[in-house]
């Protein structure tokens, strides 16, 4: 239970901050994706299962509020975390190279995918054009925000399953 | 912990993952066939999120303003204010003025037009959130169907238009901006009438503040750069003569019948806080048809 509420408000902030404060700090307009480090970094840190939920959530939050068609980000960004869960194995909480990796992938790989489908079927063909001026910029601004983002998500995760232990060994007495 | 999980029977992860996509695409095809929106979804979304939202805005706008007070050119920011209002109003008044002239000359004997420019019903509304991505250009504002806003309304700021309304929650709307890529926008030019199609368009937008525009039909070369573009009589969704922009730059089409080219809008995308959203929805209804056909036919003539 904590942990849904713990979820509930991390997804919240995030979608908060990206829809206000970081559109103003916005560089070049291009702002950064707090929702896509919280997904993918709850899909290697606790499996696919939450990866799936998590990224379901944020994604329907931006349906909702900003989407043409309900169900478009929800499920991009259900499968980013479903993906992101396979890697739960190799996952390491010192080792900072493997979500940096997965971070940047999501990233780069949401943006393919919203291009795919809704530039690219409505014939604006100019990829590189497309990449240079949105994909690359965001995926280096999201990186820088991942340095410290991921921390955070990582010590509140680090406490939930703490928590979890302690509980589970009340049960188990 | 093992024990206790194994009490709870779960459905493997990868069956829930193909519910939850069946119900995803199932929500999409709905959504693009029947046209609804997310009902009371919306609802329970909005009243969880535009509060915080707003909190958020205030407190930027606050923390803004005592910045600026800091400074001192606090007045001069005041008066800029003050004046950039002023700019805008006459902009608005003299577009007006022109579009009236044009359109008197054109049907003076022809018809005896109504007012047609009669001021819009508007309410103000505060953005409150811009889209999460960087693909497309929609926002959030303050106010929903609780306000008496619906579907298709149109939003200005300043002097120009900005958008419609796409979607509405009970106390949020969601706006389009026509820099969107997928917005477009029946409009002509303000002194010739000569329609237009105009198109939001990301790449140019990003690179250097234009949108695009396309199948103007203008074979005497009267149409400049500079022109001032505004909402036609023949879009069904936007009201007639709102401000747009002015065109940047103009080129030939290879089938040498249409042109396309450039226009800046006279709206501040990036800075928008206020904006007015026209709580008169565009009639299409007999009475529009009939005055189309009227003008149409003076248009040829």
Known sequence: ?173 | MKTYRNKKKHLPTKYVLLIMTAVCVSAIFLSLTLNLSGGPLNSIAGYVFVPMQKGINDAGIWLSDKANDFQTLGEVLEENKKLQARVDELTAKLTETKLERYELDTYRELLALDEKYADYEKITANVIAKDSGNWFSTFTIDRGSRDGIQKGMNVIAGSGLVGIVTDVGPNYAKVRSIINDTSNVSAMVANTQDNLNVSGNLLTMNRSGVITFSELKDKEDQVKVGDEIVTSYVSDQYQQGILIGYITSIENNSNNLTKSGTITPVVDFEHLQVVLVITDLKETGEEDLESKDASETASQQ
């Open chain 1, 1 to 173: 239970m904590l942990r849904k509420i713990c979820l509930f408000f991390i997804i919240t902030i995030c979608f908060l901050l990206q829809t206000t404060v970081f559109q103003a700090l916005s560089l070049a307009e291009i702002a950064p994706n707090l929702l896509i480090i919280a997904v993918s970094s709850f899909g290697f840190m606790r499996g696919k299962k939450e990866g799936m939920f998590v990224g379901f959530f944020c994604g329907l939050l931006i349906d909702i509020f900003f989407g043409f068609y309900l169900g478009v980000y929800a499920l991009i960004y259900m499968y980013i975390g479903y993906i992101n869960g396979i890697f739960q194995k190799r996952f390491y909480p010192d080792d900072m190279k493997l979500p940096m990796l997965l971070i940047g992938a999501s990233d780069i790989i949401s943006n393919l995918v919203v291009y795919f489908f809704l530039f690219l079927f409505r014939s604006r063909f100019r990829f590189w054009d497309y990449l240079r001026t949105i994909i690359l910029p965001e995926f280096v601004y999201t990186m820088v925000i991942t340095i410290f983002l991921y921390f955070i998500l990582l010590k509140v995760n680090q406490a939930l399953e703490a928590h979890e232990k302690r509980r589970a060994k009340k049960f188990d007495v």
